[in-house]
Structures are given as C-alpha cells and as structure tokens.
C-alpha cells in the first residue's frame, strides 16, 4: 500500500531535549515536506526536500532541522525543542501523477 | 505573498443537502488547486486536484471547479451524509512545489 508513515505518533517533551520525528514513503517520491498545523494559522510549510541531499526553508524553519540522505526518508529535528514548538505536525510526498501530495498520519508534539 | 482563505469557517446542514465550499487565493500564478479532507486526530487525505490549465474536477458526489482568473474555487458536495463531516482544506499550489493552504471548513451533516 502507497503510504507516508511518521513516528511517533504522540510525543510529550521537555524543553531543551532534542528530539527526531520519522518520516518514510514507499512511493519513491523525489519530494517530501514537513508542515505544522495550529489552530487559526492552519497549516505552514517548514522544510521541503527536492531530492536527496537537496533541502530548503519553508515558511516557519526556525528551530528546525531536515536532513534527507536517502529518498525514501525525511526526518525532522528539533535540536533544542521550545514551548511553541507544540503542534500537529505532517509531513508530505508529492506524487508524479497530477502532482499530488500524499500526507502522513501526523505527528502530535506536546513540548512542556 | 499567497493567501488563501475559506469561507464558511463552520457549516452545519440536515443529511441530504447539496452544500457549496469556497475558497479564494490572492496570487493567480498557481500549478494546481488541492481540496483535501481532515478528520479530527487524522491525517489529511486527498479529494481533488484541479490543474491551472483545468476549470473542474469530479469525483463520485464531489465536484470542484477553478476560476484561476478571479482566485476562487468551489468544492460541491451533492447529497450529503454525516460521514462527510469533516474539515475540508483547499491548498494551492506556487513555484517549488510549495502548498498554501487555507484554515478550512469544519463541516457537520446532521442525520
């Protein structure tokens, strides 16, 4: 099954701890992204990846890291997690067919 | 900088209504236009994707259409269930594959 899987699903921190989100597809998609949801901003774009070892800014990259070595992953780091770095966040393949983007389950981060 | 708003923020209707989504962008060079569903806790899930070169996009009761010229898209959903209550989000598509995307429409189809 065509899919785009993420873990943890639900992750509760503390500030300062660095932590990593995973990010796979199966669909060998050249591009991948990571958004984060909040409620009245919707969804903002943080990072995005044309292909391997190829990375840029979104919207809101700051305290966020993205690295993509290989195509299948995409995983997103929080060196020095804060506060307002508590969202839903998604990450994201874009298909050949229509460019169509695929979503991850999300990933729902607590940082207290 | 590309906006995207939706209108209405909330929508509640009786089961078996047509009902009518919109969504308007300030910037006209888009690639396509993307209307997705959320469900609470869930991931989004793909519906319809509206190339800039198309005017509409079908699919079983959905149907959306794209006026690239004004901004503006419309998500027509006919007879509706409750198991279409949902978000719906409207995204579109610039330069760099990069997806705007709006607040949504919390929908609610009441049995």
């Known amino acids: 099954e065509a899919q785009v899987t993420q873990n943890p699903r639900y992750l509760i921190t503390v500030t300062g701890k660095k932590l990593t989100v995973t990010c796979s597809q199966n669909?060998?998609?050249?591009?991948m992204s990571w958004y984060r949801q909040d409620p009245g901003l919707g969804l903002r774009q943080i990072y995005y990846?044309?292909?391997?070892?190829?990375?840029d800014k979104g919207d809101v990259p700051e305290g966020y890291k993205v690295s993509r070595k290989e195509k299948r992953n995409f995983p997103l780091i929080l060196e020095s997690p804060s506060p307002n770095q508590t969202s839903l966040y998604f990450c994201?393949?874009?298909?050949?067919?229509?460019?169509?983007?695929?979503f991850g389950p999300g990933t729902r981060l607590t940082v207290l | 900088k590309q906006e995207v708003t939706q209108i209405p923020a909330a929508l509640s209707v009786p089961e078996g209504e047509n009902l009518v989504l919109n969504c308007s962008f300030t910037?006209?060079?888009?690639?396509?236009l993307q209307w997705f569903r959320q469900d609470p806790g869930k991931g989004l899930t793909s519906l319809l994707l509206?190339?800039?070169?198309?005017r509409e996009q079908t699919s079983g009761r959905l149907n959306a259409s794209l006026d690239k010229s004004s901004g503006r898209s419309t998500l027509y959903i006919a007879a509706s269930q409750p198991g279409d209550s949902a978000t719906y989000l409207c995204?579109?598509?610039?330069?760099?594959?990069?997806?705007?995307f709006g607040e949504g429409t919390q929908l609610t189809v009441n049995p």
């Open positions: 994201a393949s874009l298909g050949r067919h229509y460019n169509e983007q695929f």
């Open positions: 669909m060998n998609h050249e591009y």
């Open positions: 990846s044309m292909n391997v070892e190829v990375t």
């Open positions: 910037d006209s060079a888009i690639y396509n």
């Open positions: 509206i190339q800039s070169s198309q």
């Open positions: 995204a579109v598509e610039t330069s760099g594959s990069r997806l705007t």
